[in-house]
């Protein structure tokens, strides 16, 4: 079953800010799916989309099966949001928040104080349930909205950066926590700016930028992609017609070719095939790809943190 | 209303009452001391020079006024700066995920409003009882005025909190608006003392129907018309829920 399916979604902010130019999207039920796509990219637009925060402009998104324009109340009890800023009150006690949010979804007083005691105690908060929320720090709080997400017990989890500004240990316990919900079956989907939580988690990914999705594929198939770099190189020109054994290539005309170069093999394959053939290279350089330009920035400013 | 709902309902109610709970200090005490002073400068001292009014003791007759005074500054300010803080804060959106209907919305903010009005309601006249003898003529009026006026000005405190974009656009209503509209609304003077152009005007302020209702439901005198009275009432109040259930439902202010 489709845990999400999103079609031909548009958003465009009061101010004119087109912030998704149509969106498709699918992410099947067990799915743990990661969008992944730099600042400004529409992330949050998507997700506000998909939790009834953000009204869409045009489009189609089914929750399991339950239309949002049609089954809004069904749609909205399979998701638990876990948002990108901290949206709690902060003089609220935490016990008070998540319970709170349970009796929001109709769930008895009685069932929401025994799912906060879990949650809490397994989020490591159930401590500090009786304080106000605004004397916890930025991880705990992050935790917390993982605790008021889960209280209605959802299908489908989506989480809106939800590593921002936490330490590595206490990241790292998250992402174990995020694992074995999802091996208990919950559907996940996380926004990142960081391909290497999305590598560590996820088994799906798509990558938006600028309100587009540009990529949707596995995190392997990323991966592999990810490897491979693309040479063109301009040649003297020659009667025969170059051949590369052992690589993938294309000629483009008489004195230029394209070679796929996987990174792990390196280039001197290719410059001894073309000697022994008497094909003499004059110049070479990287063929642009968007995808990796992207990653380039995204990795970049992962380090810079 | 199904089991679910009723269930968000009661959740958001009981976290409205526990919000001003919390905080008694800023929202039960001030208006019972208010109160006290009127009743003492007012009712007392000034009040033993002015003699009757409309047939009864000047403090007799400015009690219902004052009580009403009080509900409609508590349930508008109760409602206007906790949604304007759930809304500045975010957590409103705690309640925009959930399955949960704007009238739901409505009805949990606005009952919270209501309580408050009505918990202030009563503490005002426990305090007015050391100053005058408090008879009831008519307790189904009583009540009505005071349940309609109570909703009425929390749904506007709604409406209000609804537009505000910062914490003054929520003080500007009750200072311009609110104030002036209480105190030409015959909470301290009968309308009969006034010239008869001004009586034709005050009678196109809502709060001297909600006043002279109320004070009716005590002292069976009256301004108005009984019937009037309610009818104002509740037009009113189905202009403001219309108002504040579409503003709601298209999420004017807390969904971009
Ligand atoms: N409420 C809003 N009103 C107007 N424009 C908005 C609003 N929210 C977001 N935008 C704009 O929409 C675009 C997408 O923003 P969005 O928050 O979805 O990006 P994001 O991918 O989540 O970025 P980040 O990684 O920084 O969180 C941006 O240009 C942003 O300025
Ligand atoms: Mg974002």
């Not at chain 1, 500004?165 to 074995?180: A, C, H, N, P, Y």
């Not at chain 1, 483009?252 to 008497?278: I, P, Y």
């Not at chain 2, 949990?108 to 918990?119: E, S, T």
């Amino acid at each position: 079953m489709k845990a999400l399916e999103i079609r031909d979604l548009h958003k465009t902010y009061k101010g004119g800010t087109q912030a998704l130019k149509g969106i498709d999207l699918d992410v099947q039920e067990g799915d743990f799916f990661a969008l992944l796509g730099p600042n400004g990219a529409g992330k949050s637009t998507c997700i506000g989309v998909l939790a009834s925060l953000v009204n869409k402009t045009q489009g189609q998104v089914r929750i399991f099966g339950d239309d949002l324009d049609t089954d809004l109340v069904r749609a909205k009890s399979h998701i638990g949001l876990v948002p990108q800023e901290f949206n709690f009150n902060q003089f609220e006690t935490l016990l008070q928040i998540v319970v709170n949010q349970a009796g929001y979804y109709g769930v008895p007083r009685q069932v929401a104080r025994q799912r906060a005691e879990k949650y809490l105690k397994q989020l490591d908060l159930w401590d500090k349930r009786n304080t106000p929320a605004r004397t916890l720090s930025g991880g705990m709080k992050r935790r917390l909205m993982i605790a008021r997400a889960l209280m209605h017990e959802p299908r489908m989890l989506i989480l809106d950066e939800p590593t921002a500004g936490v330490d590595i240990e206490i990241r790292r316990s998250m992402w174990s926590f995020l694992k074995q919900i999802n091996q208990q079956g919950i559907t996940i989907i996380l926004t990142t700016h960081y391909l290497e939580e999305a590598e560590m988690l996820c088994r799906n990914i798509a990558i938006i930028d600028k309100g587009r999705i540009i990529e949707n594929t596995s995190m392997k198939g990323l991966l592999a992609k990810l490897n491979v770099e693309t040479f063109i190189l301009d040649l003297a020109p020659c009667s025969k017609e170059p051949r590369l054994e052992g690589f993938e290539y294309r000629i483009l005309d008489d004195h230029t070719m394209e070679v796929d170069v996987a990174k792990s093999e390196g280039l001197n394959g290719v410059f001894r095939q073309l000697s022994e053939q008497q094909i003499q290279v004059l110049s070479m350089r990287n063929k642009s790809n968007r995808l990796e330009e992207l990653f380039v920035r995204l990795v970049e400013g992962g380090r810079d943190k | 209303m199904n089991s679910l709902s009723f269930t968000a309902l009661r959740t958001l109610w009981i976290k409205e009452c526990t919000r001003f709970m919390r905080i008694w200090v800023q929202t039960l005490v001030p208006p019972a001391i208010t109160m006290t002073l009127y009743f003492i400068i007012f009712g007392n001292l000034i009040g033993s020079r002015i003699g009757q009014m409309d047939g009864v003791s000047y403090m007799e007759f400015i009690v219902p006024g004052l009580i009403m005074m009080s509900v409609i500054t508590n349930a508008y300010s109760n409602v206007s700066s906790s949604f304007f803080s759930a809304k500045f804060q975010r957590n409103v959106e705690e309640l925009l995920v959930a399955p949960v209907s704007s009238w739901i919305i409505i009805l949990g903010f606005v009952g919270g409003g209501v309580a408050r009005a009505l918990l202030v309601g009563i503490l005002v006249t426990l305090v007015s009882a050391f100053f005058v003898d408090i008879n009831i003529h008519n307790p189904l009026m009583l009540i009505l005025t005071l349940l309609l006026t109570a909703t009425l000005f929390s749904a506007a405190g709604l409406v209000n909190a609804v537009f505000a974009k910062t914490f003054d656009d929520i003080s500007m209503v009750p200072t311009f608006v609110l104030t002036p509209l209480t105190y030409l609304g015959g909470v301290f003077y009968s309308l009969s003392l006034l010239p008869e152009f001004w009586q034709w005007v005050s009678k196109a302020n809502p709060v001297v129907y909600m006043v002279n209702g109320f004070r009716y439901g005590f002292l069976g005198a009256s301004d108005v018309g009984i019937g009037t009275a309610l009818s104002v009432l509740i037009g009113f109040n189905l202009l403001v829920f219309a108002t504040a259930w579409h503003l709601i439902n298209k999420g004017v202010g807390i969904r971009s």
